[in-house]
């Protein structure tokens, strides 16, 4: 089933994913992948999400375990009343990023450790091919209701060290941040805007994607209009998250998370912090260069947040805007606390966000390019890269895709987990090696097509 990916479910409304297949989801998960109760259950602001909700706290309760519905939150809630209230598992109704028609389910075990197609999803898909086959639960579980937002501004306001003359502009993109970003900016004192604030499924004002530069131009303008500090915007699931400078000019995911291990290394000397395969090289040689360790991993939320469970890192982050603090937090990825965490750099630092990113080496970085092709397509055509890389005796590693180094740089390609297309960065010392790379790279993707 197409709907099963590598890192949570996602499909269009009523045309691959609806009521009935959620509540088989739910009824597989809870009863299959943790066997008890009580599960939390969230959702985001799409029109669609309501009746996807109901299915799952239907089919959790039906498999025999306790549903707390947490109501209508941003992602990092859902993670945060898995980890906080100690419960084994939760499910996320969310299809991040993707356009309204679009919804899917995020399913987590305990402290929020997310489920990836290898471990839990494809027995989920299983369970879900083979539901016929299931008998009804003698005992039902109880449906409960659970306020978590007060708990959560607590916990993410509770050491936070932010200055009050810091001006800053939010933009939480008529996605489910925007209730809880007022909180915060109320508990800490903020001389704060938030624009979009107001939750809206229809998204009128455009989706905010932490990778695509563009979905920040209403962020921009008004940073630079009443000259704020810094500009921070959130996706509309609020787990992903970007920044803008003082004079408005959006700073790549990558070199976020350089910044924000600054004071973390400061403090924890020789930690190792956990990229993505795509990060910068200026960004890597910075964390080495104050004294920390870089490992990498695979592209993709599930990936990374469990091996940040399992490993001693604490500061992870991926290109796409997902940062994940175990340094004073739980570990998985949240855009908003993120957020605090960035104001708190510009208050214990004493400088600007111009200042502050000054300390990465100037190369010439690509953007995240993303070539449209067919899932049944995607893979084979790295493949054939793969095999025509070591053919020229270039240099490959094969983590994920394939990352090849080059002369003065490095390019990537790899297959989307969530959508059908390659993506593609690159970057080198010189803009003139970083055109030879591109075309190099545009030949590379064009003889491996299928003829």
Not at 140 to 161: C, S
Not at 227 to 243: H, P, S
Request: contains cysteine.
């Amino acid at each position: 089933m197409s709907i099963f990916r590598a890192y949570d479910i996602r499909g269009i409304y009523g045309l691959t994913l609806d009521p009935l297949i959620a509540y088989k989801i739910s009824y597989a998960f809870s009863r299959y992948s943790i066997g008890r109760g009580p599960i939390f259950i969230g959702a985001d602001n799409r029109h669609n999400s309501l009746p996807l909700s109901l299915a799952s706290l239907a089919g959790t309760t039906a498999a025999g375990f306790d549903a707390a519905d947490i109501g209508m939150v941003p992602t990092p809630l859902l993670y945060f009343s898995v980890a906080h209230y100690h419960a084994p598992g939760g499910i996320m109704v969310t299809a991040s990023h993707n356009p309204p028609e679009y919804n899917g389910l995020k399913l987590v075990g305990e402290m929020a450790r997310p489920l990836t197609y290898e471990r839990g999803i494809k027995d989920v898909e299983e369970k879900v091919t083979r539901f016929d086959d299931e008998t009804l639960q003698e005992k039902t579980g109880a449906l409960l209701t659970k306020d978590v937002l007060g708990d959560y501004v607590d916990h993410v306001t509770r050491d936070a060290e932010v200055s009050r003359k810091i001006k800053v502009v939010f933009d939480a993109g008529n996605g489910t941040a925007g209730p809880v970003l007022r909180r915060i900016v109320e508990r800490l004192r903020l001389d704060a805007q938030i624009l979009h604030e107001i939750p809206d499924g229809n998204y009128p004002n455009g989706m905010v994607n932490p990778v695509k530069e563009e979905t920040f131009i209403h962020l921009k303008r008004r940073v630079v209009e009443c000259g704020a500090d810094i500009g921070i915007a959130v996706d509309v699931d609020a787990d992903r998250f970007g920044v803008v400078s003082e004079r408005g000019e959006w700073l790549p995911g990558d070199f976020v998370i350089g910044l924000l291990s600054l004071p973390i290394l400061k403090k924890l000397g020789g930690a190792t912090i956990l990229l993505d395969i795509r990060t910068s090289k200026s960004v890597v040689e910075f964390i080495k260069s104050q004294g920390g360790g870089v490992h990498f991993t695979k592209v993709g939320h599930s990936y990374i947040a469990n091996e940040m469970l399992d490993g001693d890192y604490p500061l992870g982050g991926e290109l796409s805007g997902h940062l994940y603090f175990k340094d004073r937090y739980y570990g998985y990825d949240d855009g908003i606390y993120a957020a605090v965490r960035m104001l708190e750099l510009l208050t214990t630092e004493g400088k600007s966000l111009e200042q502050l990113k000054d300390v990465f080496a100037k190369t010439h970085l690509s953007p995240e390019i993303r070539i449209e092709v067919p899932d049944n397509e995607k893979f084979e055509m790295i493949r054939r890269i793969e095999i025509a890389l070591r053919k020229s005796g270039i240099e490959v590693n094969t983590l994920d895709g394939v990352k090849a180094y080059v002369k003065g740089g490095w390019f990537s390609i790899r297959a989307s987990n969530t959508e059908p297309a390659l993506v593609i960065r690159m970057e080198d010392d010189t803009e003139e090696g970083l055109r030879q790379t591109t075309h190099f790279v545009d030949k590379l993707v064009r003889d491996s097509k299928s003829t």
